[in-house]
């Protein structure tokens, strides 16, 4: 996807509601203590893209996924009921079997005409994803809303709406893939769907048992300048090739280099970003990191095998301003490694008792970013029977509860180079100063001062 928008226009069906095909369990199922809390609490968007398929010309890919997205409820079939609110805000799942809303459209563009970039951040995702008036609330709406839209010369693209109070982006993949197999004719899941929410409930009577600096409430002692209401928010694509990669890998010492590529780009934003803020020394800074905490669970909780609630953290890392800035590239890796190591078992159910005392609080969000792993997700091997996808996640920076998101996303170039993506939201001036800062890490100190060419690929 090109910086430039791709003007065009989708022409939408009428909304439906697709049930599962088979009569399905009339119940009432709690959601987790993990689930249910207010950060999680919105719709998120994500795509998937497919190129024309010579093989399957004959078949509708809307008539497709319809058919098997109800054989898919059978099995998942809460997700075709809805979120209602009981006492002290706890979110429930009454499994009514009334549906998810999908929408059948198509375009008169081909794929061709999106360019050879297809990757976040999308500036026409709004066409792609239909968001039917008052889906945007959680409570008493459908859980899914998806949006297959057919492409001039074939090929087509899945826009999703998901809930993310009752899946987490494992979770969500888990679904994705049994709807693919049934698309492909399958009769039944490889992996059969595990509810078990009561595993991440709180204890009785609750304890905190563990430090969760993410969600300590802090004073601002002056603006939020990444998140300025008056400056202008703009999302930038920042791809770093495997060669971008080895080079920061050498800037740190050599005991970490063993780090997850992870660890060391987050630490790579993290420092670049902070300057660019231009903060004061003795402010304190917060990076949390995204932990899927279900290989963190003992080996006799199978349940979580299949298990598609929400099961992660966003542990902090936690420093000040001056001493991550003032520091070599190694100290911010080492306070990311440090927090995420943190996650443990007793850490999740630690994090649900403080949910239920703390009434299910939201993180700060004060000199704080949230960083996602994109690329174990691998969200491109979805498969209704065309194909890989040619993308498959997030469109932008969500705009959930703030902070939005920052995404790291495999990806491979138009020259075929493969790499990551780092997905990124600042206001137009700290964008300027953090691509310079990202610039100078590496020895380009003569680079124009605007956004650095080296890095940026995509603009919103």
């Not at 360019?115 to 959680?138: K, M, R, S, W």
């Not at 174990?376 to 920076?397: L, S």
């Not at 300027?432 to 020895?443: C, I, N, P, V, W």
């Given at each position: 996807?090109?910086?430039?928008?791709?003007?065009?226009?989708?022409?939408?069906?009428?909304?439906?509601?697709?049930?599962?095909?088979?009569?399905?369990?009339?119940?009432?199922?709690?959601?987790?203590?993990?689930?249910?809390?207010?950060?999680?609490?919105?719709?998120?968007?994500?795509?998937?893209?497919?190129?024309?398929?010579?093989?399957?010309?004959?078949?509708?890919?809307?008539?497709?996924?319809?058919?098997?997205?109800?054989?898919?409820?059978?099995?998942?079939?809460?997700?075709?009921?809805?979120?209602?609110?009981?006492?002290?805000?706890?979110?429930?799942?009454?499994?009514?079997?009334?549906?998810?809303?999908?929408?059948?459209?198509?375009?008169?563009?081909?794929?061709?005409?999106?360019?050879?970039?297809?990757?976040?951040?999308?500036?026409?995702?709004?066409?792609?994803?239909?968001?039917?008036?008052?889906?945007?609330?959680?409570?008493?709406?459908?859980?899914?809303?998806?949006?297959?839209?057919?492409?001039?010369?074939?090929?087509?693209?899945?826009?999703?709406?998901?809930?993310?109070?009752?899946?987490d982006a494992t979770g969500l993949k888990q679904f994705m893939n049994?709807?693919?197999?049934?698309?492909?004719?399958?009769?039944?899941?490889?992996?059969?769907?595990?509810?078990?929410?009561?595993?991440?409930?709180?204890?009785?009577?609750?304890?905190?048992?563990?430090?969760?600096?993410?969600?300590?409430?802090?004073?601002?002692?002056?603006?939020?300048?990444?998140?300025?209401?008056?400056?202008?928010?703009?999302?930038?694509?920042?791809?770093?090739?495997?060669?971008?990669?080895?080079?920061?890998?050498?800037?740190?010492?050599?005991?970490?280099?063993?780090?997850?590529?992870?660890?060391?780009?987050?630490?790579?934003?993290?420092?670049?970003?902070?300057?660019?803020?231009?903060?004061?020394?003795?402010?304190?800074?917060?990076?949390?990191?995204?932990?899927?905490?279900?290989?963190?669970?003992?080996?006799?909780?199978?349940?979580?095998?299949?298990?598609?609630?929400?099961?992660?953290?966003?542990?902090?890392?936690?420093?000040?301003?001056?001493?991550?800035?003032?520091?070599?590239?190694?100290?911010?890796?080492?306070?990311?490694?440090?927090?995420?190591?943190?996650?443990?078992?007793?850490?999740?159910h630690s994090l649900a008792d403080l949910m239920v005392i703390k009434?299910?609080?939201?993180?700060?969000?004060?000199?704080?970013?949230?960083?996602?792993?994109?690329?174990?997700?691998?969200?491109?091997?979805?498969?209704?029977?065309?194909?890989?996808?040619?993308?498959?996640?997030?469109?932008?920076?969500?705009?959930?509860?703030?902070?939005?998101?920052?995404?790291?996303?495999?990806?491979?170039?138009?020259?075929?180079?493969?790499?990551?993506?780092?997905?990124?939201?600042?206001?137009?001036?700290?964008?300027?100063?953090?691509?310079?800062?990202?610039?100078?890490?590496?020895?380009?100190?003569?680079?124009?001062?605007?956004?650095?060419?080296?890095?940026?690929?995509?603009?919103?």
């Amino acid at each position: 996807m090109t910086s430039s928008p791709l003007l065009f226009t989708v022409r939408r069906c009428q909304p439906e509601l697709v049930p599962p095909a088979a009569p399905t369990p009339r119940e009432v199922k709690l959601l987790s203590d993990i689930d249910d809390q207010e950060c999680l609490r919105f719709n998120m968007p994500i795509i998937f893209i497919y190129r024309h398929e010579p093989s399957m010309i004959e078949k509708d890919p809307a008539k497709v996924l319809k058919r098997a997205l109800s054989q898919t409820l059978v099995y998942y079939y809460p997700l075709a009921g809805r979120i209602r609110e009981g006492a002290r805000d706890k979110l429930m799942v009454d499994c009514t079997g009334e549906g998810v809303m999908f929408i059948e459209a198509e375009t008169d563009v081909t794929l061709d005409e999106f360019g050879d970039a297809l990757h976040p951040p999308f500036p026409c995702f709004q066409e792609l994803i239909y968001d039917v008036p008052g889906t945007n609330q959680i409570i008493d709406h459908p859980i899914l809303l998806i949006q297959v839209t057919r492409l001039k010369y074939g090929g087509f693209i899945v826009g999703v709406n998901w809930n993310h109070a009752i899946a987490d982006a494992t979770g969500l993949k888990q679904f994705m893939n049994v709807w693919a197999e049934m698309a492909r004719g399958a009769h039944q899941p490889s992996i059969q769907p595990v509810w078990r929410r009561e595993i991440l409930m709180a204890r009785d009577p609750p304890r905190v048992t563990c430090n969760h600096h993410e969600y300590e409430q802090i004073l601002s002692s002056n603006i939020n300048k990444e998140e300025d209401v008056a400056a202008t928010i703009v999302h930038h694509s920042f791809f770093f090739t495997l060669t971008r990669i080895a080079e920061i890998r050498r800037l740190i010492p050599f005991h970490l280099r063993q780090c997850s590529t992870f660890d060391l780009i987050t630490a790579c934003f993290w420092c670049c970003r902070t300057k660019a803020l231009q903060l004061e020394p003795d402010e304190e800074v917060r990076m949390m990191c995204i932990v899927n905490a279900r290989s963190r669970f003992r080996a006799d909780h199978s349940p979580l095998v299949g298990y598609y609630g929400n099961c992660f953290a966003f542990p902090a890392a936690v420093t000040t301003a001056g001493k991550l800035c003032g520091n070599p590239l190694g100290y911010g890796v080492e306070l990311i490694r440090k927090a995420k190591a943190q996650v443990t078992e007793e850490y999740m159910h630690s994090l649900a008792d403080l949910m239920v005392i703390k009434e299910r609080c939201l993180f700060t969000t004060i000199r704080s970013c949230v960083v996602s792993d994109l690329t174990r997700a691998k969200y491109a091997e979805v498969n209704f029977g065309w194909g890989e996808a040619v993308y498959g996640g997030v469109v932008n920076c969500v705009a959930g509860p703030l902070p939005r998101a920052t995404f790291i996303i495999p990806h491979k170039n138009a020259e075929g180079e493969e790499g990551l993506i780092l997905l990124i939201f600042l206001t137009s001036e700290v964008m300027k100063r953090f691509a310079e800062e990202l610039d100078k890490m590496f020895g380009n100190q003569n680079q124009p001062t605007t956004i650095g060419p080296s890095f940026v690929i995509s603009t919103l």
